[in-house]
Nanobody, 120 residues
Framework: QVQLVESGGGLVQAGGSLRLSCAAS????????MGWYRQAPGKSRELVAE???????NYAGSVKGRFTISRDNAKNTVSLQMSSLKPEDTAVYYC??????????????WGQGTLVTVSS
């Protein structure tokens, strides 16, 4: 019932900033957790940041203090504000929606990804 589309990726110099957006086709109000993941060439996908329906947040240690995740339930969007970017932040960034289903597992949806390239 929810489809995700990321936007905002691009090329930026080290030390610069970039804001990613994730637009959902349906309401995200009932989604337990919205998150941003990233995957660099030859590496596994990793969690960058996540935010719950109660606005609790968690960040990867490598981005804490530099990135900020937020959600706007009225607009059905989730954003990732990235600052003080480093070359190692270069990756394809994916939006994710995760909802636990009591005694039945969970539902999970992924966006198509948006490329972020940070030059030295």
């Amino acid at each position: 019932q929810v489809q995700l589309v990321e936007s905002g990726g691009g090329l930026v110099q080290a030390g610069g900033s970039l804001r990613l957006s994730c637009a959902a086709s349906g309401s995200i109000f009932s989604i337990n957790t919205m998150g941003w993941y990233r995957q660099a060439p030859g590496k596994s996908r990793e969690l960058v940041a996540e935010i719950t329906s109660g606005d609790s947040t968690n960040y990867a240690g490598s981005v804490k203090g530099r990135f900020t995740i937020s959600r706007d339930n009225a607009k059905n969007t989730v954003s990732l504000q990235m600052s003080s970017l480093k070359p190692e932040d270069t990756a394809v960034y994916y939006c994710n929606a995760h909802k636990m289903i009591p005694k039945a597992g969970y539902l999970e949806v992924w966006g198509q990804g948006t490329l972020v390239t940070v030059s030295s």
